[in-house]
């Protein structure tokens, strides 16, 4: 009866912590978006922007396994939608998460029409 109370109090407390993740995954997701987007209006480059951006998100982190950086890139982007108000004229800034691209807004917009069409083929080639 007793090792039954202790699992209980294990499944509860465990339940407890899994509970916790989203609120520290959204609070991980703004602290790099609001790193990124300060960054990136004060005229630093989308690498060490980016690269600043996601070692908070990582350090923050406190899953079982560490943050893709893919993942950290949707973390920012749902937190610079989500709060549209305190990130202003960060938006633009966001394609560059996606495509590496340095350039941002109308300019960034110009290069995507200059390159060449990606085929089903070019998409899964990692």
């Not at 009866?1 to 339940?15: D, F, H, V």
């Not at 560490?66 to 749902?78: G, I």
């Not at 709060?83 to 560059?96: I, R, T, V």
Request: aromatic share 10%.
């Amino acid at each position: 009866m007793a090792a039954t109370r202790y699992q209980l109090m294990a499944l509860a407390l465990g339940l407890s912590c899994m509970g916790s993740l989203p609120a520290e995954a959204n609070e991980a997701g703004d602290k790099g978006a609001e790193i990124y987007c300060f960054m990136r209006k004060t005229g630093n480059s989308h690498n060490v922007s980016w690269k600043a951006a996601y070692e908070r998100i990582k350090r923050q982190s406190t899953g079982l396994f560490k943050t893709s950086p893919k993942h950290a890139a949707v973390m920012v982007t749902e937190s610079v939608v989500a709060k549209q108000d305190k990130y202003q004229d960060c938006g633009k800034y966001l394609g560059a998460l996606y495509s590496g691209s340095e350039t941002a807004g109308k300019d960034f917009d110009a290069g995507l029409s200059n390159e060449s069409s990606t085929t089903d083929d070019d998409r899964y080639s990692y």
